[in-house]
């Protein structure tokens, strides 16, 4: 039977949504392409290396649906359903299937290597796979233009945040453990 969720998953879902909306805040255009490098990505690293798969599911969800009413909570302040359909909407759907994934392949015992693969493979490989396909799709531009201007000049960013989520998560997650919180 599934657990119903508590005010513990709503609490968590809604911190890591408002932590990705700051780190949200870093937005930085290129001349190269439609997508902005952005701080949300390590925003989602951070939300499936620490949290259930229930809660980071619920705060990339948020993220998402308060984006698409219009709040400002995508990269550069932005928001609403044409940011969704737009050249970065791919992304979006992208964090929202791979903060589950990473959460889903973290494991439990809190190993560098595994968080560091989870990331790799939930926070850069799927949200590529879904930002370039629609970047590729809505633009026009075929698949090979797309990888040149939506995931080249992104990868030693995100590698960087692979980095920087898989530290931080393993030291929360220990100091969760050490406290008695579950994960």
Known sequence: MEKKMGLTDFVYAALFA???TVLGFISIPLPISPV????LSLGIMLAGTILTVRQAVFSVLTLVLMGAAGVPVFSGLTGGIGVLLGPRGGYYFGFLLGVGLIAWLKGRDNQLWRLALANLTGGVVLVYLFGVSWLSFITGMGLEKALIAGALPFIPGDLFK???ATVI???VNRQRQKFGGSR
């Open 162 to 164: 692979v980095a920087v």
């Open 18 to 20: 408002a932590l990705t």
């Open 36 to 39: 902005p490098i952005s701080g």
């Open 169 to 171: 998560g393993a030291m």
